[in-house]
């Protein structure tokens, strides 16, 4: 018996924009996601009303479906502020402020942080279609269908999305096993960004602009290696944002300590210690990351790789950003995947 066409597992923006088209095409379909929250990597600290961004801050110029969403929900769209000095800091912890390139100016940001997108993405569909809290454990195939199963709930569909990021996809049981080329390809595919952490640094007063400084800055002596303001478009809380350099591992056993360490190399590098140090460390969380990701890659070549074009014929596609074939890894590729699901299933 079929419960619905398609099901879709996961619920980021990729499973989110697939689910949009799906409904807008009259397609019947059900979205499963494992955590308690939509949005995946889109993930937000809300302090004192304001959104800051814990994955996804920017979109860019020249990525039409990013803009697209933006005008089709009316957000507002503002450049990262990149006014001012940069701040310099050696290994010793020596501190320079001066003219310098802040290395995301230009680039575009959301009013309300990137989980808006999310917000609204989910309320283009009905509600009874988006499950939360529902993690595909396994996945088993008959001659005329395909079943999902969670801890919770089955369904049998024709056609199962796999909107996650592939070494995800590749944790889950299937009946019969995959072809060893296919869950290999799985596990070759780095999940982007999925081995980085955050510093989210939250102050009152943006005391750095006023000092005549971007909030970009870099540091070879770390924590954080890379610094950029992450206040909202306008008004307060404020904040600056910094990556991790530590891997992943020193991370997980010296949280503490570097979230310490964290806070004085803001108070070297800005002048004020922060009010609160939020850490969200991509790496530990097993909803986006694997192992295999603790060690970083440069962008890898994303899109389709051939193993995965036609798993148990065509009833498995993936669809993840890492999916997408020309902007893979960024957003604008969880919208291109989205896309090209949207025409593979179109195809039959
Ligand atoms: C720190 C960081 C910074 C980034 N910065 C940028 C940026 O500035 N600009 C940019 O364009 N991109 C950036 N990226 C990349 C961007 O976040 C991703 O391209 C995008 O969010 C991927 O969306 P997705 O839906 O394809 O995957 P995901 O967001 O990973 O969504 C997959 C979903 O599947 C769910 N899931 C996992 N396992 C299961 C299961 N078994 N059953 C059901 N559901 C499951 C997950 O919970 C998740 O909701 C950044 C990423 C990170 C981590």
């Known amino acids: 018996m079929m419960d619905t066409d398609v099901v879709i597992v996961g619920g980021g923006l990729s499973g989110l924009a697939l689910a949009d088209e799906l409904h807008r095409k009259g397609v019947d379909f059900q979205l499963l996601e494992a955590r308690s929250r939509f949005g995946g990597r889109i993930h937000a600290a809300y302090i004192d009303g304001a959104a800051f961004d814990l994955g996804p801050a920017w979109f860019w110029q020249g990525q039409p479906r990013m ?21 310099t800091e050696d290994q010793h912890g020596n501190v320079q402020r001066g003219a310098g390139f802040a290395s995301m100016a230009g680039s575009l940001r959301i009013a309300g942080g990137m989980t808006a997108l999310v917000d609204a993405y989910v309320k283009t569909v009905p509600a009874d279609r988006l499950h939360l809290g529902q993690a595909a454990t396994e996945i088993s195939q008959t001659d005329t269908s395909v079943t999902v199963r969670t801890d919770k709930l089955s369904i049998s569909a024709n056609k199962i999305i796999l909107a996650l990021p592939p070494r995800i996809a590749q944790t889950i049981i299937f009946d019969p096993p995959l072809a060893a080329a296919q869950s290999d390809a799985m596990g070759n595919v780095a999940t982007w960004m999925a081995g980085q952490a955050k510093f989210l640094a939250i102050y009152d007063k943006a005391h750095w602009r006023d000092a005549g400084l971007s909030g970009d800055g870099q540091s070879r002596r770390g924590p954080m290696v890379e610094f950029h303001d992450a206040s909202p478009q306008s008004g307060g809380p404020y904040a600056v944002f910094g990556f991790v350099g530590f891997d992943a591992n020193t991370r997980a056993n010296h949280r503490e300590e570097m979230t310490q360490m964290g806070t004085d190399q803001l108070t070297r590098l800005f002048g004020t210690k922060p009010r609160q140090l939020i850490l969200q460390d991509w790496a530990q969380d097993p909803m986006t990351a694997t192992p295999a990701d603790h060690t970083s890659a440069d962008h890898p070549a994303y899109g389709r790789p051939s193993a995965l074009t036609n798993i148990w014929n065509g009833r498995i596609i993936l669809g993840s950003s890492e999916m997408g074939q020309s902007f893979g890894g960024y957003l604008e590729g969880a919208l291109e995947a989205a896309q090209d699901v949207g025409n593979l299933l179109r195809q039959g």
């Open 67 to 87: 803009a697209a969403a933006t005008k089709r929900f009316g957000f507002t769209v503002f450049e990262q502020y990149s006014t001012g000095d940069i701040v």
